[in-house]
């Protein structure tokens, strides 16, 4: 899996950097950003899985890999803006200074507008598929990424800080802030693949169990890894007193959690047989991850 994982990322990044804006192009201050924070290490998981459910599909990674790049500009984007001193105020991302400590927070903010608004340019060099017109493609990234899934959850996020909250909204923060773009990752990929109306479904449910998880995950690896281990800041989140898994239900409850999770992703993907192997792969890769 990590051979895979790491032939895949080199794929993706290859796309990436052809796509993208060079630095020479004016003004350069703005491209040499938005590369910085595209180029920090990421691990490119959302892309990897939307090239992972187009080949369960039986479609190729040539037609999806635009949409896998988009979601990955659209990730960026976030996480630029999730680290701003207004939002979650980290130094840290991917091991390395975060965009406004680089940049200033100014540009940091237009890197991340870029980022966002790039990754529907991107979404274009599709030419859409019999199931799918590229009204739908775009609709698709929208939604994940808009008031009603991933800024509402980072939304929530901020307005629950310090409070009591319960385990309910606690699933409502996560299962919009990270699991939504990423079930919305494997959907545009099985898309690219002109996927029956049967398959994506079952990806559907397996990205929004594996994306909860992932973000279960996370949460336990805040408050048991390191910050070298982690890459960006360990026990922030305790420090914030935001809302996590841990802090609203307790360490072995989370694990409890992330291990159903887990399990139902792997039913949902039952009926794709053989097929795929490689996303079962990366759902237990995930579960059994340490940073």
Request: glycine share 6%; net charge positive; with cysteine.
């Amino acid at each position: 899996m990590k051979e895979y994982l790491a032939a895949r990322q080199k794929l993706v990044d290859e796309a990436l950097d052809r796509l993208l804006p060079k630095v020479t192009l004016k003004p350069k201050t703005i491209h040499k950003a938005m590369r910085y924070s595209i180029f920090a290490g990421g691990k490119r998981l959302r892309p990897i899985l939307s090239l992972a459910a187009a080949e369960c599909c039986g479609g190729s990674v040539e037609a999806a890999m635009p949409l896998a790049c988009a979601v990955e500009c659209v990730h960026t984007y976030s996480l630029i803006h999730d680290d701003l001193p207004c939002m979650d105020d980290d130094d840290f991302r991917r091991g390395v200074p975060t965009s406004h400590k680089v940049f200033g927070e100014g540009i940091a903010v237009l890197a991340g507008d870029a980022l966002l608004t790039f990754a529907f340019e991107l979404l274009t060099l599709a030419q859409g598929w019999p199931r799918y017109p590229i009204r739908e493609i775009v609709q698709e990234l929208a939604v994940a990424a808009g008031s009603r899934h991933l800024v509402a959850g980072q939304v929530v996020d901020l307005e629950s800080e310090g409070k009591k909250i319960s385990q309910s909204l606690l699933n409502f923060i996560h299962e919009s802030k990270t699991a939504a773009l990423l079930r919305s990752s494997i959907r545009l990929g099985a898309m690219s693949a002109n996927a029956t109306p049967a398959q994506l479904r079952n990806l559907s449910d397996f990205g929004r169990s594996l994306g909860l998880a992932f973000q279960v995950i996370d949460d336990i690896l805040d408050v048991t890894q390191t910050t070298e281990k982690l890459g960006k800041s360990a026990g922030k989140d305790i420090a914030a007193e935001k809302a996590t898994f841990p802090a609203v239900v307790g360490l072995e409850k989370s694990r409890k959690i992330a291990q159903k999770l887990t399990k139902e992703a792997r039913e949902a993907l039952r009926p794709f047989g053989k097929r795929a192997e490689l996303l079962l792969g990366m759902a237990d890769y995930l579960l059994e991850r340490d940073y």
